[in-house]
């Protein structure tokens, strides 16, 4: 059975620091392409980052220098490390992986709420 699980999102003050993680089973995790996209009320769904089967990494623009991406093949885990967090990172986080056969699979999300 395929999963993504999410975990590590919560409520912090602006400025704060958060750390996501995804755990993958089910499939080959090596081979995927791995992204995190966040969907904030009202707002489009945004891809925030990603990490490719072969460690490359494409940050938006909107997080650069404050979120990094990392990944851990042999535990089958995608962490995003969130820095100097702002009101306008608040959003529901997904994990999603993408195979090289084109399976397509997302985490149930986890909620990052940055506020005062």
């Known amino acids: 059975q395929v999963q993504l699980v999410e975990s590590g999102g919560g409520l912090v003050q602006p400025g704060g620091s958060l750390r996501l993680s995804c755990a993958a089973s089910g499939f080959t995790f090596s081979n995927s392409d791995v992204k995190w996209v966040r969907q904030a009320p009202g707002k489009e769904r945004e891809v925030v980052a990603i990490?490719?089967?072969?460690?490359?990494?494409n940050i938006a623009d909107s997080v650069k220098g404050r979120f990094t991406i990392s990944r851990d093949n042999s535990k089958a885990t995608v962490s995003l490390q969130m820095n100097r967090l702002k009101t306008d990172d608040t959003a529901v986080y997904y994990c999603?992986?993408?195979?090289?056969?084109?399976?397509?699979?997302w985490g149930q999300g986890t909620q990052v709420t940055v506020s005062s």
């Open positions: 990490i490719t089967r072969i460690g490359i990494v």
């Open positions: 999603n992986a993408r195979t090289m056969t084109f399976s397509n699979y």
